[in-house]
């Protein structure tokens, strides 16, 4: 089976794709928010963050708040003081579901 050529209007609608983000709904302390898919640049960068990255340390949490606020809807918008307000397992539930769901970890794309 040959793959189609790519015609002048698949590569017009590709480009159409550039900077859409795909999302999903997901139960965050018994609430529905929303999630979007990490861009490339946004994974490459936390794998940089994460890469010289020490057991315990108050670097995995930056990192853990950098995932969030890059894919949930108004999550930029929340300060370190509001993160310290939730539960800690709440919070690396939904980072471990964004990553998942932006094709890192054993389920990916999920």
Known sequence: MQSPQLTKETKMGLK??????????????NEDIEISKLSVSQVMEIQEKAKDLKEDSAEGFAILKTVIRSACTEAAELTDDDFATF?????????ETIMQFSGLGKTQGK
């Open 16 to 29: 159409s794709l550039v900077g859409k983000r795909m999302t999903k709904k997901v139960k965050f302390m």
């Open 87 to 95: 539960p800690m397992d709440e919070l690396s539930t939904l980072s």
